[in-house]
């Protein structure tokens, strides 16, 4: 194949990027499962550095925010992109019985995991049945 | 960074051009590196952008979560082939509410343009992006030749 085939047959767009503005957001990939402690959210995130991350909830809305970046040598043209955007962004609504105040957050080779605990006086407790 | 070629303007105009591409696609230009029939499904885990410069050709491929170690990476007859398992089960006793990412063995095929060194790759593997640069051979890049008087 010759490299001139690749220019005229220039790039593919596959992903699904939401529209916002003028702005072409990804919406990551989530999982979010629920334990006896909270609630814990993963998404992917690959490009995404520590620095270029965002996680903030106002009031009952939880945000993920990130930058993607990549070694681009120079003068590279794009021959072919799956992923078409640098931002990815997605929103959550929390409810009342998480505890927004104590959020963990660790980002890990482009996934982050978010853990937020429920309130105290919500974790589920043990009944105990007496016999009579 | 912001500057990258694969994520350009995004005003309507281009947002129609962008359309219209994905059309074409859908119709029969896909870019050949990826039509190969081992080439895996677009859109599938990983993502792959392919770039390249007069001296190199870089794929990246948008796997979070793995270990540098867990890519097998070859090069057969100009086919470049990246393959994985991603294995990230939920907690246990978790209750799942939502399960989007992928979980299982990847396999992406990309068939290389032909001047591909096979002995000059470099594969690096950085906030879930795995970046592999293909040097070109040195006889086939483009060069000024001098006229002389």
Redesign the interface.
């Known amino acids: ?3 001139k ?2 220019v005229q ?8 990027p939401e ?1 916002a503005g ?3 957001l990804l919406r990551p ?8 402690e909270g609630v ?1 959210v ?1 998404a ?6 520590k620095e270029s991350l965002n996680v903030q909830v106002d009031k009952e809305v939880l945000t993920i925010e990130g ?20 931002r990815y962004r997605h929103s959550f609504t929390l409810s009342q019985d998480l505890d927004t105040s104590r959020i963990e957050a660790e980002l ?4 982050l995991t978010l853990t937020i605990p429920k309130r105290e006086e919500v974790k589920p407790r043990k009944i105990t049945v007496n016999a009579a | 960074m912001l500057g990258s070629p694969f994520f350009g303007p995004t005003g309507l105009l281009e947002e129609f051009d962008r359309l219209q591409k994905q059309m074409d696609s859908l119709l029969s230009t896909a870019w050949p590196g990826l039509t190969n029939i081992r080439a895996g499904r677009a859109g599938g885990f990983p993502a792959v952008n392919v770039g390249a410069t007069p001296e190199e050709i870089d794929v990246y491929l948008f796997a979070p979560g793995m270990q540098p170690d867990q890519f097998d990476i070859s090069i057969e007859q100009n086919v470049l082939t990246i393959s994985g398992e991603r294995n990230d089960p939920p907690p246990e006793n978790a209750r799942q509410y939502l399960q989007e990412r992928f979980n299982g063995k990847f396999s992406r095929v990309i068939t290389l343009p032909d001047d591909v060194d096979p002995e000059r790759v470099e594969a690096n593997y950085r906030n879930g992006v795995l970046h592999i640069r293909l040097k070109r051979q040195e006889a086939t890049r483009p060069h000024q030749i001098e006229v002389k008087a």
């Open positions: 194949m010759s490299d085939e690749i047959r220039s790039e593919q767009e596959v992903s699904r529209q003028s702005e072409v990939a989530v999982d979010v499962y629920e334990t006896e814990i993963k992917d995130l690959p490009g995404v550095s930058t993607v970046s990549l070694d681009v040598p120079e003068k590279m043209e794009a021959r072919y992109a799956e992923v078409q955007s640098s890990k080779n482009g996934v």
